[in-house]
Every structure is written in C-alpha cells, then in structure tokens.
C-alpha cells in the first residue's frame, strides 16, 4: 500500500510517500510544494496542478494528513487552508487526519528524512500502525 503524508507549514506543502509492506515500509518520495501568494487566482492554480501533478507520480492508496486547528493561538494560516482545500478536493483517494498528537508518539530514525519532511513522514507512518 503507498500512504503519502502531508503536512501544511506555511507556504508549504511537504509530502512523503510511504510504500508500506506487511514486512517492511520504505520513502519511495518526499519533497514539497510551495504556495507562491495565497491571493492570486494563478498562484492558486499553480499549486492546483502541481499538486495534481503529485498525484499522479505518487499514485497513492491513502492520504493522511497532519491536522491543522482552525481556531486558537496554534490555528492554521489562510495559505495552510487553502493548500488543504486544493490537496482534499483533488484527492484521488481516501483522505484521513490525523491529529498533532498520534504523530508526535511516532518515532523516526535521525537521518531517515530532512527535518522539515519529518511530520509529513509521520503522518504517512501513522496511517501504516493501525
């Protein structure tokens, strides 16, 4: 099964794709996507067809993606929102969340990714320990 994780930080849409065996898992991919102004109709379609663009390289099974709070002193930015808006409306595939919490209980080995992909990493790795 692939599991792509995505987290939102910023401007940012880091991904990390998780090919996930009974076995074993292994990072087929990771990377990320930038949202250049969050009040540009090509900036916005822009992202749109790169993030189509990523799903179909990626191919995944599952999406999991790290939530974001909507209100209170940690809430996610209007590019946060709208790069969620864009990635969930044009998911080929089951998307679930998964909570800031469940991900910070997922251990990661130093090195495995960059630092910046690792909450990405975890989504994904999350979603393989049900």
């Known amino acids: 099964m692939r599991v792509l994780g995505i987290e939102f930080n910023a401007k940012f849409l880091n991904y990390v794709l998780l090919d996930v065996g009974e076995e074993n898992t292994k990072i087929v991919t990771a990377n990320r996507l930038t949202l250049a102004d969050t009040r540009s109709k ?4 822009a992202f749109q067809d790169a993030v189509q663009s990523m799903y179909n390289v990626t191919k995944p099974d599952q999406i999991s993606i790290k939530t974001k709070p909507e209100k209170g002193t940690m809430s996610a930015g209007a590019a946060s929102l709208k790069m969620e808006g864009i990635a969930l409306a044009n998911s080929p595939c089951d998307v679930e969340f998964v909570s800031a919490h469940k991900i910070a ?3 990661i ?22």
């Open 105 to 107: 209980k997922c251990a």
């Open 109 to 130: 080995a130093d090195g495995l990714v960059k630092k910046y992909l690792e909450p990405a990493y975890k989504a994904a790795a999350s979603h393989s320990k049900k």
């Open 42 to 45: 090509d900036a916005l379609r």
